[in-house]
């Protein structure tokens, strides 16, 4: 596949973000602000973005669409959609494991909170203000902010693969790392299909086009940073996170081969 020089330009845009929002997982971990309570608190807010910000939008578009099956929707945008529901909600239950094993080893009650009580529970203000940025871009800017949104979902995996790599470290990190590794393959594929499909619509747009798909695309990024720090109770101060946010971080390489691999698969 031919790739674009606008979409290599946006990748490498992006590629400082992403590798900060790997450097605010990989200073949790050993971050003194790390306890048992905020492993539990940022695994009930993934909790929460596994299934309200991913499972149910699929859920969703399902049910609205059923009708209009054929019609208006071929049936393999349909048997797509549900492959990415059950993801979803797949990845909800592996850090609901998780979540649920803190709260035994600290004699709390191990129930995991009701799908509605999770909704009204699990979200936090940074989060909001990442869900309520893209919806915006949606409707000030319409596919594009489509776009934007699809590109910049799951923040290249670098949770997932931060997570990961506490495999062998005993105790909380090896379930975390189970968890993150039943995650990684899923979410890496949903990202990278993203950037595909910008890639494959990106003939369309014009100069300008790319300019505003990779400001939105950026803008967006800058807020996931936010939303990763609080997630993770703060452990990168503010002065750090002000040169995150200005790009000032050693870029991630990107794998196209990968990237475009999934898009032909």
């Known amino acids: 596949m031919h790739?674009?020089?606008?979409?290599?330009?946006?990748?490498?845009?992006?590629?400082?973000?992403?590798?900060?929002?790997?450097?605010?997982?990989?200073?949790?971990w050993d971050s003194p602000v790390r306890t048992t309570e905020t492993d539990r608190l940022w695994l009930l807010r993934q909790m929460y973005k596994e299934l309200w910000d991913g499972f149910y939008p699929s859920f969703r578009w399902i049910t609205e669409n059923f009708e209009d099956l054929e019609s208006g929707y071929p049936a393999c945008e349909m048997v797509e959609e549900i492959k990415v529901m059950q993801e979803e909600f797949a990845h909800y239950v592996s850090f609901a494991s998780v979540y649920a094993a803190l709260s035994l080893s600290l004699s709390r009650d191990r129930a995991i909170p009701s799908s509605a009580r999770l909704r009204e529970t699990g979200d936090w203000p940074e989060n909001r203000e990442l869900m309520q940025r893209r919806a915006r871009h949606v409707r000030e800017h319409g596919l594009l902010g489509k776009r934007a949104h699809r590109f910049t979902e799951g923040g290249y995996c670098t949770l997932y693969s931060e997570g990961m790599n506490l495999k062998g470290k005993g105790g909380a990190d090896d379930l975390i790392a189970q968890a993150c590794s039943v995650v990684y393959d899923d979410e890496f594929e949903h990202m990278l299909r993203g950037i595909a499909d910008v890639a494959r619509e990106g003939d369309s747009l014009a100069n300008a086009d790319w300019n505003i798909l990779s400001d939105l695309a950026i803008e967006q990024l800058r807020a996931r940073l936010r939303?990763?720090?609080?997630?993770?109770?703060?452990?990168?101060?503010?002065?750090?996170?002000?040169?995150?946010?200005?790009?000032?971080?050693?870029?991630?390489v990107f794998d196209y081969d990968r990237a475009f691999g999934v898009a032909q698969s």
């Open 3 to 28: 790739i674009d020089s606008n979409l290599v330009a946006i990748v490498e845009r992006s590629s400082p973000f992403w590798a900060a929002e790997a450097e605010i997982v990989h200073t949790y």
């Open 227 to 252: 939303m990763r720090n609080s997630q993770f109770s703060f452990p990168v101060s503010e002065a750090r996170m002000l040169a995150l946010l200005a790009g000032e971080c050693t870029p991630v």
